[in-house]
């Protein structure tokens, strides 16, 4: 629950010290109204100060504090009770799914970015999209995450219009009619024996075709350009999509670059 309300209220102040506004410090949780004036835990009693402000505060009440600085005062009283607008929405929607779940045969479990974080920092997982959807819900170990994530994404498969523009609106090239030449379209991923001269050797990636035969292969390396269609393979059809494979550096990989 502690790290839930770090997280919420990391949230809600900014990562910012309520006190002197110092951002990228340290911040300590703090209460509003001391505990030993009757301050609550409740978070609408709570914000984050940097350690020198939160010594200087000490016990006093935040009213004798910040005696001199008015403004100051008034806002944090005020963002103090503000709920965060939007996580009400979240909450209410989420619950209302949560219920509407349960009421099928599948097994259902609820989980918070805040656990996710939880898990992801405890077993020093990096974050990435893929990486944060395997460390939801319960947890004790994740195995094999430094393989490579397959990246999906949507490509097109062309475009109507035959007639490229500038910016002007003026044309500035034609497209040729049929989308496939000698066998390949655009948007294929093929492997490319050059058997000899500057691009001698395999490369395997995306091709762009051209109607002289003449194609560029887009690769991981970068884009090798005019190989020509006698040396190329369809390895797989354009479908739309484009696929990756991205390497997930690891903490130790990221500490040394
Ligand atoms: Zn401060």
């Not at 609408?44 to 004798?64: D, M, V, W, Y």
């Not at 097994?107 to 939801?136: F, Q």
């Not at 002007?168 to 989308?179: A, D, E, I, T």
């Not at 292969?217 to 006698?230: M, N």
Request: net charge positive; with cysteine; hydrophobic share 35%.
């Amino acid at each position: 629950a502690g790290y839930e309300v770090r997280e919420y209220l990391l949230e809600k102040w900014q990562r910012t010290c309520a006190y002197c506004g110092a951002t990228d410090v340290p911040l300590e949780i703090e209460h509003i109204v001391p505990r030993s004036l009757g301050g609550s835990n409740r978070v609408s009693n709570l914000t984050f100060a940097c350690r020198p402000c939160n010594q200087r505060k000490g016990h006093q009440p935040i009213e004798t504090f910040l005696k001199n600085q008015p403004a100051r005062l008034r806002k944090i009283q005020a963002q103090a009770k503000a709920p965060l607008r939007d996580a009400a929405v979240v909450n209410a929607t989420r619950w209302a799914l949560f219920e509407r779940l349960k009421t099928t045969v599948l097994p259902v479990m609820t989980g918070s970015g805040g656990h996710t974080k939880y898990n992801r920092r405890r077993l020093g997982i990096p974050k990435t999209h893929a990486l944060d959807a395997a460390c939801v819900g319960p947890l004790d170990a994740l195995h094999g995450w430094s393989r490579p994530t397959l990246a999906i994404k949507a490509t097109g498969r062309g475009s109507y219009q035959r007639t490229r523009l500038d910016r002007f609106g003026f044309p500035r090239g034609y497209l040729v009619r049929q989308k496939r030449i000698h066998g390949f379209q655009t948007g294929d991923r093929v492997i490319a024996q050059v058997p000899s001269g500057k691009k001698a050797g395999a490369h395997i990636g995306r091709i762009a075709v051209r109607a002289s035969g003449s194609f560029n292969l887009q690769t991981a390396q970068g884009v090798v350009q005019g190989i020509s269609y006698r040396h190329c393979r369809v390895v797989q059809r354009a479908d739309g999509y484009g696929y990756s494979f991205t390497l997930t550096q690891t903490e130790d990989a990221r500490r040394v670059a």
